[in-house]
Nanobody, 116 residues
C-alpha cells in the first residue's frame, strides 16, 4: 500500500509564492505519473498539474506560467512551485500517484489560503 503525503500548505498574501510537496512511500521504480488537484469550498475537485515518467508535464490553463511541477525521483517526491498566487487559488490541494500497475493513491490534502 502506497501512502501519499502532501505538505507545505499555508496562508499567503496575493502575489506571493508557496511550494507544496508530495511524498509517496512506494518504490520510485513504481512511479508512472503524479498529479496535483485542488478543491475549493463548494466546488468540484479540479486538475492542476501532472508529471509522468520521462518528465513530461501537463498544466491546467488556469495555472500555466504561474505553477511549476517537478520531481525528485530519488525521494519519490513531487513538488508544486506556485507563484503569483491569487485569491482564487485558495483550496485544498491534493496529490495523486498512479503507479506503473495503474493503481491510484490519493493524499489527505493540504490547505492553501490566499488572502490579504
Amino acid at each position: 500500500q502506497v501512502q501519499v503525503v502532501e505538505s507545505g500548505g499555508d496562508l499567503v498574501q496575493p502575489g506571493g509564492s508557496l511550494r507544496l510537496s508530495c511524498a509517496a512511500s512506494g518504490s520510485p521504480a513504481s512511479f508512472y505519473v503524479m498529479g496535483w488537484y485542488r478543491q475549493a469550498r463548494g466546488k468540484q475537485r479540479e486538475f492542476i498539474a501532472s508529471i509522468r515518467i520521462g518528465g513530461f508535464t501537463n498544466y491546467a490553463d488556469s495555472v500555466k506560467g504561474r505553477f511549476t511541477i517537478s520531481r525528485d525521483s530519488a525521494k519519490n517526491t513531487v513538488y508544486l512551485q506556485m507563484t503569483s498566487l491569487e485569491v482564487e487559488d485558495t483550496a485544498v490541494y491534493y496529490c495523486k500517484q498512479i503507479t506503473v500497475g495503474r493503481s491510484e493513491y490519493w493524499g489527505q490534502g493540504t490547505q492553501v489560503t490566499v488572502s490579504s
